[in-house]
């Protein structure tokens, strides 16, 4: 199949893909995080009476209601793309990814149908108890809403709960808890939702430094700062720890990635984690030459974080293409790695495996269908490396893997020694004072986004060429449609998000140098 | 007539979009957003492929099984 495809509209594909998730991207995490920080504030009006919390929860929601009029519904072209882009990987993933995505369908719908209504249009109208509860349940529904996307991207990374029928050409799914409650699916939920929080803490720490800086609205700004730092500092250790147990996942199901992540070309026991260092651009995976221009590693940490053992061998690059070291399999028993050459050997047992069925179910051959369908269920799983013409292509994007999951780490750890600082300045000393920290703050904001999107550069290019893991590759899931249409549609989008983006940027600046009112919103 | 719960839900809804400010122009922008998603990409850019090209599930099975095992 792909010796006559034109490579090209893959690559096309793939950048339209990540343009527009990445523009989505830049919407969501502010509604998962500025959710929760309002009903904080909102709570506070409602145990004390103040009508100053009033007033703040009543600004951050009008900033909550631009970002989200802003964002919603910018996910949806992603779907569109998949119907015409990724048809072939639409068809294939079946019912997994119809599932969570109709849950999140229709979640949406009732959420932003009726609660974000009475939070907007309800002050007044209804009693104050029956306002808070539409405002925790806006917020724990955009979260919940996030869960089944990231449950169908946790899928692709780690395919659990399923089984494929040769008959459809379609994965169905066998056990839905298996696909919700998958390890991967987990930690993906915890660590996004997690990243968006901080990002929203620091939005709003950022924002009310800006009003300490211009002395307006210090009340406002101190309290926000109050409630976003505390919930900030939470959220950026809990970032932590969920990354922790990513990166733990990711050393199991994804061993590429993380020899990806750490440009650790040749694997040993006891390796430790890079903090600071630049991979040798030139290096191939069978080369002598060195893996790093420069580092500085902490020793053994890779071995202790990837596998909780100091000694554990952490498999690179060449080891994962050449195969022959031991690992544990999905049922926990030890297995010796088989080389890349021998999974595309299986892959293609598996590829002309269900060609053989599918000529055998049309001849009415059931001894023949039994016969090949033993043969594809017994190489399904990889399935995907039949459609392999080089090793290499099974390497994704050294550089760019590491350099973000370094921007993502470090800034990430840098925002909890920020957050501390913050809180610690906003309720023992006069943090208006500290005008250093009033602008690093406001630099800050741009930084959570940097971070957040890195993340996902780590996560989704990391994975390549995969777009489910081992069973179906890029190459394999986009459709044959021309690069022209492709190339156009992706200006279209960079016009179209652009414009919103700069939409949301002019009207939240406006708001926010118009400062808290009362009023509608 | 006014007790009428629908009748409530509705002036809920007519009052909180009568007297809105800044959500005036976040709802046209949202307006204007999805009529260029639904009326114009949808339409004229990303049609579903197989539902497009196929009529029953069948054909698209039996197109992808030929695509992912280039059997032609």
Do not use: C
């Given at each position: 199949?792909?010796?006559?495809?034109?490579?090209?509209?893959?690559d096309?594909s793939?950048a339209?893909?990540a343009?527009?998730a990445?523009y989505?991207?830049i919407?969501?995490?502010?509604?998962?995080?500025?959710?929760?920080?309002i009903a904080f504030?909102?709570?506070?009006?409602?145990?004390t009476?103040?009508?100053?919390w009033?007033?703040i929860?009543?600004f951050w929601m009008?900033?909550f209601?631009?970002?989200?009029a802003i964002?919603?519904?910018?996910?949806i072209i992603?779907?569109f793309e998949?119907?015409?882009n990724?048809?072939?990987?639409s068809?294939f993933?079946?019912?997994?990814f119809?599932a969570?995505?109709?849950?999140?369908?229709i979640?949406?719908?009732f959420?932003?149908?009726?609660?974000?209504?009475?939070?907007?249009?309800?002050?007044?109208?209804v009693?104050?108890?029956?306002?808070?509860?539409?405002?925790?349940?806006?917020a724990i529904?955009?979260?919940?809403?996030?869960?089944?996307?990231l449950?169908?991207?946790a899928?692709?990374?780690y395919?659990a709960?399923?089984?494929f029928?040769?008959d459809?050409?379609?994965?169905?799914?066998?056990?839905?808890w298996?696909?919700l409650f998958s390890?991967v699916a987990?930690?993906k939920f915890?660590?996004?939702?997690?990243s968006?929080?901080?990002?929203a803490?620091?939005f709003?720490?950022g924002i009310?430094?800006?009003?300490?800086l211009k002395?307006?609205?210090t009340?406002?700004?101190k309290r926000?700062i109050?409630?976003a730092s505390?919930?900030?500092l939470?959220?950026s250790i809990f970032?932590g720890?969920?990354?922790?147990?990513?990166a733990?996942?990711?050393?199991?199901?994804?061993p590429m990635?993380?020899?990806a992540?750490?440009g650790l070309?040749?694997?040993?026991?006891g390796v430790?984690?890079?903090?600071?260092?630049?991979?040798n651009p030139?290096k191939?995976?069978n080369?002598d030459?060195d893996?790093y221009?420069?580092?500085?590693e902490?020793p053994k940490m890779?071995s202790?974080l990837?596998?909780?053992?100091?000694?554990?061998?952490?498999?690179g690059?060449?080891d994962?293409?050449?195969?022959?070291y031991t690992y544990k399999n999905?049922?926990?028993?030890?297995?010796v790695a088989?080389?890349?050459a021998?999974?595309?050997e299986?892959g293609k047992l598996a590829?002309?495996a269900?060609a053989?069925?599918?000529?055998?179910s049309?001849?009415?051959?059931k001894e023949?269908?039994a016969?090949?369908?033993?043969?594809?269920?017994?190489n399904?799983?990889y399935?995907?490396?039949?459609y392999i013409k080089?090793v290499?292509?099974l390497?994704?994007?050294?550089?760019?893997?590491?350099?973000?999951?370094?921007?993502m780490v470090?800034?990430?750890?840098l925002?909890?020694?920020?957050?501390?600082?913050?809180l610690?300045?906003?309720?023992?000393?006069?943090?208006?004072q500290k005008?250093?920290?009033?602008?690093a703050s406001?630099?800050?904001?741009?930084?959570?986004y940097?971070a957040s999107?890195?993340?996902w550069i780590v996560?989704?290019?990391g994975?390549?060429?995969?777009?489910?893991q081992?069973?179906?590759p890029?190459?394999?899931?986009?459709?044959?449609?021309?690069?022209?249409?492709?190339?156009?549609?992706?200006?279209?989008?960079f016009?179209?998000f652009?414009?919103?983006?700069?939409?949301?940027?002019?009207i939240?600046f406006?708001?926010?140098?118009?400062?808290?009112?009362?009023g509608?919103? | 007539?006014k007790?009428?719960?629908f009748?409530k839900?509705?002036?809920?809804y007519?009052?909180?979009?009568k007297n809105?400010?800044?959500?005036k122009?976040l709802w046209?922008?949202?307006?204007?957003?999805l009529f260029?998603?639904?009326?114009i990409?949808?339409?004229f850019f990303?049609?579903?492929?197989l539902?497009?090209?196929?009529?029953?599930?069948?054909?698209?099975?039996n197109h992808?099984?030929?695509?992912?095992?280039?059997k032609?």
């Amino acid at each position: 199949m792909t010796d006559s495809f034109d490579l090209s509209v893959v690559d096309w594909s793939k950048a339209q893909f990540a343009l527009t998730a990445m523009y989505h991207w830049i919407f969501v995490p502010l509604t998962l995080g500025l959710g929760f920080i309002i009903a904080f504030m909102e709570t506070l009006y409602v145990k004390t009476g103040d009508e100053e919390w009033k007033r703040i929860t009543k600004f951050w929601m009008t900033l909550f209601g631009i970002n989200f009029a802003i964002g919603v519904a910018t996910g949806i072209i992603l779907e569109f793309e998949f119907g015409t882009n990724w048809s072939n990987y639409s068809w294939f993933v079946g019912d997994i990814f119809g599932a969570p995505l109709a849950i999140e369908g229709i979640m949406a719908f009732f959420m932003e149908t009726t609660f974000i209504a009475v939070m907007f249009f309800g002050w007044n109208k209804v009693s104050k108890k029956f306002h808070l509860l539409s405002t925790w349940l806006v917020a724990i529904g955009a979260n919940l809403s996030a869960l089944w996307i990231l449950v169908a991207n946790a899928w692709m990374q780690y395919p659990a709960g399923m089984h494929f029928n040769p008959d459809s050409a379609r994965n169905e799914m066998l056990n839905f808890w298996d696909v919700l409650f998958s390890p991967v699916a987990i930690n993906k939920f915890l660590h996004t939702i997690s990243s968006g929080f901080l990002l929203a803490s620091a939005f709003v720490v950022g924002i009310s430094a800006w009003y300490l800086l211009k002395n307006r609205h210090t009340l406002l700004a101190k309290r926000s700062i109050i409630i976003a730092s505390v919930f900030g500092l939470l959220s950026s250790i809990f970032v932590g720890l969920t990354g922790d147990g990513s990166a733990y996942q990711v050393s199991q199901k994804q061993p590429m990635k993380l020899a990806a992540m750490e440009g650790l070309y040749q694997g040993k026991e006891g390796v430790g984690l890079v903090i600071i260092g630049a991979p040798n651009p030139s290096k191939t995976y069978n080369d002598d030459k060195d893996a790093y221009l420069f580092k500085i590693e902490v020793p053994k940490m890779l071995s202790i974080l990837g596998y909780h053992d100091k000694d554990a061998f952490v498999p690179g690059i060449k080891d994962i293409i050449e195969g022959g070291y031991t690992y544990k399999n999905k049922d926990g028993q030890e297995v010796v790695a088989p080389s890349a050459a021998q999974k595309i050997e299986k892959g293609k047992l598996a590829i002309q495996a269900l060609a053989d069925y599918k000529t055998a179910s049309d001849s009415g051959n059931k001894e023949m269908m039994a016969y090949h369908k033993k043969i594809l269920d017994e190489n399904f799983e990889y399935f995907g490396y039949g459609y392999i013409k080089d090793v290499t292509s099974l390497i994704p994007k050294v550089p760019l893997v590491f350099y973000s999951f370094r921007i993502m780490v470090g800034v990430g750890l840098l925002f909890i020694v920020f957050f501390a600082l913050v809180l610690y300045l906003v309720v023992e000393k006069d943090i208006a004072q500290k005008r250093w920290l009033l602008r690093a703050s406001i630099l800050m904001i741009p930084m959570a986004y940097i971070a957040s999107q890195a993340g996902w550069i780590v996560a989704e290019v990391g994975r390549q060429p995969w777009v489910i893991q081992d069973i179906l590759p890029t190459v394999a899931a986009v459709s044959r449609i021309g690069v022209g249409a492709v190339q156009v549609t992706f200006f279209l989008f960079f016009a179209i998000f652009t414009t919103l983006l700069i939409a949301e940027l002019k009207i939240m600046f406006k708001q926010i140098k118009n400062g808290p009112k009362e009023g509608g919103h | 007539m006014k007790n009428n719960i629908f009748y409530k839900v509705f002036h809920f809804y007519y009052d909180g979009f009568k007297n809105m400010t800044i959500g005036k122009t976040l709802w046209l922008i949202i307006i204007i957003k999805l009529f260029i998603m639904f009326f114009i990409l949808k339409i004229f850019f990303f049609p579903n492929i197989l539902k497009k090209n196929f009529k029953t599930d069948e054909e698209r099975s039996n197109h992808v099984i030929e695509q992912l095992t280039n059997k032609k």
